[in-house]
C-alpha cells in the first residue's frame, strides 16, 4: 500500500462522532480530541508530532490534500541558515531532512558517486543543501505520522476547510471545517486549539486580535518600518511550478489569457524596478541596484546567477543514466512573484481573483520562457520547457497552494522586533562591533532559528528589503495572544511584526515553531495551566524548557558568525 493511500484510509476510518446542537438550533457532528490543529502545512505537522509523542491525541487538518505546506503543496524547497547540517534546528527537523536523504537512497537510482555522499543534496540546487521534490517530503512527513495515525493518537482530516469557530468570551469552544469532498460540515473540539493555516485563518473566526501589513515606526521604532501603519501593504506571494527540459521538442503550452498584460508589465515599485518583470534583469535584494540573471537549462551558461539551478530539485548527474530525461526545477523567483493584491482580510471573490491573476503571472512567465525569452547564443526562447503536473500533483501543472511569505499575526505577549534580530540595528543598540554582536537573549526562549531579514516587493509598492540579521531564539511570549487562553500561533503568525516575519518564516524555523506550540499545548493539558502561566511562572517555564531540551530543541545558539 502506498502512503498516500495508508494516509487516506487512514483519515477515512469511522470516528466515534457526538450530535451537537449550535446556535442556531441545526446539528452538527462533532469529533473531539485533546488538541486541535487547523493547517497541516510545516507547523502544522510539527505540533502535531510533539503532542503526539506526549501522548496527546490531536486532529490534524489541511485544506489540501498535501501535508508540508512549503515542503509539499507550495513547492518551495526549504530555505536554510549556512549551519543546518551541524546545529540551529531540532533533533524532529533533523531527522526529516536524514530521512529525506534515506527516502532518495531506498528508492531512487542514485550513482554510486551520489549514494556516497553524505549530505546528499538530490538537486543540487543553489538556495538550499537539500533541494528535494515535493513528493519525497510528503511521503516522509506521511512516515513520521503513520504510527500516531495508525495508534488514532493523530485523526488527520486532509481536504477539509475552516469556515467557523465556536467562541465563549476568552476561550475557543470548537472550530467548523467543511469537507470539500463530501460537502459536509464537521465540529472539532478541544482544550487547546492551534493555528497552523499559512494566511492565520483561524485568528478572525475566533475573534483573536492580530495585526496585518506593516507596522508604522512610531509603533515598533524600527528602522526599516514605514512612518505610517500600512495594513495592507503586504509581501508578494508566488504560485510555484515544476518544469525540465528536453531539447530539440516542443513542449510550448497554449498562449496564458493574461500574456499580453504580463509580457509588457513594468512594476511600479519604489525605489524603482529597472524593467520589465519578464526579463533577466531585476532589483538586487540588497542593494536595489539592477541585476541581472541568466538562464541556461542546458548549464552551458556559467556565468552570474542561472535560475535554472537556483532551485533545482533533481539534478540528472545524481541519478543512474537514462533515468532522467533532464533536471528538474522548481520555479519560484521575483519574475513570477505576485504582488498586485492581497488574499488577507479581503472578499473571498477578491482573493480568488488575485489568486487567478497570479496562476496567469506564472503561466506568463513559462510561455515567455518558452518562446521570448532571450538566450545567450542569441535566438530566443526555450521550447524544450515543460511543465511537469506530476511534480507537484495537479491538472494545471501549477502548485496546489500558492507560497505564502505574510501570514495574519497574533497581538501576542511578546512581539520580536528588528532592534531584537537584525544585525544593524544591534549593534547600533548595543554599541558592538559586527563581530561582538548577538541578537536579544530572550529568558522565555522555545527554539532557535536564522535567516536574513528577507522581505520580497509589496502590495502597495516597496521594492525588497533584505538586510542581515543575527541567529535569534524563538520567544515563548510570541506564540501566545495577549486575550485568548487556548489558541497558540503555530507557524508565521507568531508575534513578529511585517519586518522581523521576513527572517521567521522560513522552512526550519517554522517547525521550530510548530513544535514549541504542540509541546506546549501538551504541557499545559499535564500540568493543568494555561500557556500564559508556563511563561509567567520560572518553575513551570523551566520544567517547560527541560522538556523541550530532552525532546531535542535547541535553545540557544553557540557564538558564530552573523549572516
Known amino acids: 500500500m502506498s502512503r498516500r493511500t495508508f494516509l487516506k484510509t487512514a483519515a477515512l476510518l469511522p470516528f466515534t462522532y457526538t450530535s451537537v446542537l449550535r446556535a442556531d438550533g441545526s446539528r452538527a457532528k462533532e469529533l473531539r480530541a485533546d488538541i486541535v490543529i487547523v493547517g497541516g502545512g510545516i507547523g502544522g505537522c510539527a505540533a502535531a508530532l510533539a503532542a503526539a509523542r506526549s501522548g496527546r491525541q490531536v486532529i490534524l487538518t489541511d485544506e489540501t490534500d498535501w501535508i508540508g505546506g512549503q515542503l509539499t503543496s507550495q513547492a518551495v524547497p526549504p ?6 547540517e551541524s546545529f540551529g534546528a ?42 528535494h521534490e515535493p513528493r519525497v517530503a510528503l511521503a516522509v512527513l506521511s512516515d513520521l505520522l ?15 476547510k475552516l469556515t467557523g469557530a465556536d467562541v465563549d468570551r476568552d476561550r475557543i469552544r470548537s472550530v467548523r471545517m467543511h469537507d470539500l469532498e463530501t460537502g459536509r460540515d464537521i465540529e472539532l473540539s478541544a482544550n487547546y486549539f492551534l493555528d497552523a493555516t499559512e494566511l492565520g485563518d483561524l485568528l478572525p473566526l475566533s475573534k483573536t486580535e492580530y495585526v496585518v501589513g506593516a507596522e508604522s515606526q512610531k509603533e ?25 527540459y528536453l531539447d530539440g521538442e516542443d513542449h510550448t503550452i497554449e498562449k496564458p489569457t493574461e500574456y499580453d498584460f504580463w509580457q509588457k508589465y513594468v512594476p511600479d515599485l519604489k525605489p524603482a524596478w529597472p524593467g520589465a518583470l519578464l526579463s533577466w534583469q531585476m532589483s538586487d535584494p540588497v542593494t536595489l541596484k539592477e541585476r541581472r540573471v541568466a538562464f541556461d537549462p542546458t548549464g552551458a551558461t556559467t556565468e552570474g546567477l542561472n535560475l535554472w539551478r537556483y532551485r533545482r530539485i533533481a539534478d540528472r548527474k545524481n541519478f543512474k543514466q537514462g533515468v532522467y530525461p533532464g533536471d528538474i526545477c522548481l520555479v519560484n523567483w521575483p519574475q513570477n512573484d505576485y504582488w498586485l493584491g492581497n488574499l488577507i482580510d479581503v472578499s473571498a471573490e477578491e482573493a480568488e481573483k488575485h489568486l487567478n491573476r497570479a496562476k496567469q503571472l506564472s503561466l506568463s512567465l513559462l510561455y515567455w520562457m518558452q518562446t521570448e525569452a532571450p538566450r545567450s547564443d542569441g535566438k530566443q526562447g526555450w521550447k524544450g520547457l515543460r511543465l511537469r503536473d506530476d511534480i507537484v500533483g ?10 505564502i511569505r505574510e501570514s495574519r499575526r497574533i497581538k501576542a505577549e511578546f512581539t520580536v522586533l528588528e532592534q531584537h534580530v537584525g544585525t544593524d540595528a544591534r549593534m547600533k543598540l548595543t554599541g558592538q562591533k559586527q563581530e561582538e554582536v548577538k541578537a536579544e537573549r530572550f529568558p522565555d526562549t522555545v527554539g532557535v532559528g536564522s535567516y536574513r531579514i528577507d522581505l520580497h516587493p509589496s502590495t502597495e509598492g516597496t521594492n525588497y528589503i533584505d538586510v542581515s540579521s543575527l541567529p535569534f531564539q524563538i520567544p515563548l511570549g510570541a506564540l501566545i495572544p495577549q486575550r485568548v487562553e487556548n489558541l497558540l500561533a ?25 513544535e514549541a506550540a504542540g509541546a506546549l499545548a501538551a504541557f499545559c493539558l499535564q500540568r493543568k495551566e494555561p500557556p500564559r502561566q508556563v511563561r509567567k511562572d520560572n518553575k513551570l517555564l523551566a520544567d517547560f524548557q527541560e522538556t523541550l531540551r530532552k525532546d531535542g530543541v535547541e535553545l540557544d545558539w553557540p557564538k558564530i558568525t552573523p549572516r
Open 79 to 84: 530555505d536554510e541558515h549556512p549551519w543546518i
Open 90 to 131: 531540532t533533533r524532529l527537523y533533523r531527522r526529516f531532512r536524514k530521512d529525506v536523504r534515506d527516502f532518495y537512497r531506498q528508492h531512487y537510482p542514485l550513482t554510486p558517486e551520489a549514494r556516497a555522499v553524505e549530505e546528499l543534496n538530490p538537486g543540487n540546487g543553489a538556495v538550499s543543501r537539500l533541494c
Open 394 to 403: 495537479t491538472a494545471d501543472g501549477l502548485a496546489k497552494y500558492p507560497y
Open 490 to 514: 503555530c507557524c508565521k503568525n507568531i508575534g513578529v511584526t511585517h519586518i522581523t516575519n521576513g527572517c521567521y518564516r522560513l522552512h526550519p524555523v517554522e517547525w521550530g515553531i510548530g
Open 220 to 244: 515598533t521604532g524600527e528602522p526599516h518600518a514605514p512612518a505610517e501603519a500600512r495594513p495592507a501593504d503586504q509581501q508578494a506571494f508566488t504560485v510555484c511550478f515544476a518544469i525540465d
Open 146 to 160: 503513520a504510527p500516531y495515525i495508525s495508534s488514532r493518537r493523530i485523526i488527520l482530516l486532509t481536504r477539509h
